[in-house]
C-alpha cells in the first residue's frame, strides 16, 4: 500500500510541477499568503450554510461564561475572514489572532456587519507563541479549521491552555483524517504533499482528536460530523469544547 500511495504522489507531483518548483524556489508562499484569504472567503461562505445550525448550537454556549460585567473576553485564533462573528453572543470582547496579515482587510468588513461585538485587537503571530497575551486573561478561545495547518498542535494547545483562565473553554472545529485503511484515507495521503501547498500548511491526516484529548483540559466534548463537501480530500470534522 505504501508503494502504491508513494507512486500516486509522484503522479500528482508530475501534474502539478510548477506549483512544487514556485515552492521550492521560496515563491509560493508569498503568492498563497495573497491569495489564500480570498480562497477562504469563498469557502467559508459556501460551508456556513451546511454547517450554520451546528455553529449556532455549538457557540451558543458562550452566553453561559458572562460575568457580572456582562462581557467575556474571546480570542479567535486563526480567525481567518471572520466568518465565525455572526455566531457570538453579544458582550463579547473579540481578539483575533493569525499569522496571515492579509485577514486583517476582511476582519474590519466582518466586525463592521457584526456590531454586536466589541473588537479588540488584530495580532500578527503564530498560535505556538502568543507572547503578546497575557496568562489567564481569555474566557474562551475558539479555533476553527486552524489545527490542520499549524507546525505544532501540541504547542497551540498549551498556549490555548496559558491564555485562558480556570474553568474557561475552547471551542473547537476541526477536520480530521478518514479512518486509516480507507480508500479516502489512501487518496488523503496521496494529495497531503501538494495540497499543503495550496491550503497554506493544511495537512489532511492529522488526527487532531487525539492532539486535544492529550492536552490535559479537565474535560472534552466532543461530536463527529460528516463533511461538508464530498468533492474535497477533507475528511470529517469534530466540533466541541474543552474546558480547562
Known amino acids: 500500500m505504501d508503494g502504491l500511495v508513494l507512486f500516486l504522489q509522484l503522479l500528482v507531483l508530475l501534474l502539478t510541477l510548477p506549483l512544487h518548483l514556485l515552492a521550492l524556489l521560496g515563491c ?9 484569504p480570498y480562497l477562504m472567503a469563498m469557502l467559508t461562505a459556501r460551508s456556513y450554510k451546511k454547517m450554520e445550525s451546528k455553529k449556532r448550537e ?3 454556549q458562550i452566553k453561559d461564561l458572562k460575568g457580572t460585567s456582562g462581557n467575556v473576553a474571546l480570542l479567535e485564533l486563526g ?7 455572526q455566531f457570538y453572543p453579544q458582550g463579547c470582547k473579540v481578539t483575533c489572532v ?9 476582519l474590519t468588513k466582518s466586525m463592521a ?11 500578527v503571530a503564530y498560535g505556538e507563541n502568543m507572547k503578546q497575551l497575557a496568562d489567564s486573561s481569555m474566557d474562551v478561545v475558539v479555533c476553527t479549521l486552524v489545527l490542520c495547518s499549524v507546525q505544532s498542535p501540541r504547542k497551540v494547545l498549551q498556549e490555548v491552555q496559558r491564555v ?6 475552547l471551542f473547537f472545529w476541526e477536520h480530521v483524517a478518514e479512518p486509516q485503511g480507507s480508500r479516502a484515507f489512501l487518496w488523503q495521503r496521496v494529495l497531503e504533499p ?6 497554506d500548511g493544511c495537512h489532511l491526516t492529522r488526527e487532531t482528536w487525539k492532539d486535544i484529548e492529550r492536552a490535559q ?3 472534552v466534548q466532543l461530536e463527529w460530523q460528516p463533511p461538508p463537501f464530498r468533492w474535497l480530500p477533507v475528511g470529517p470534522h469534530i466540533m466541541g469544547k474543552a474546558v480547562k
Request: proline share 7%; hydrophobic share 30%; aromatic share 20%.
Open 98 to 106: 493569525d499569522p496571515n496579515p492579509n485577514f486583517e482587510k476582511f
Open 113 to 123: 456587519e457584526n456590531k454586536h461585538l466589541q473588537y479588540e485587537r488584530f495580532i
Open 164 to 169: 485562558l483562565r480556570p474553568g474557561g473553554l
Open 28 to 36: 509560493w508562499q508569498p503568492i498563497c499568503k495573497t491569495y489564500f
Open 58 to 60: 455549538l457557540f451558543s
Open 217 to 219: 483540559f479537565s474535560e
Open 79 to 85: 480567525c481567518g475572514t471572520g466568518a465565525n462573528f
Open 194 to 199: 501538494t495540497w499543503k501547498h495550496i491550503g
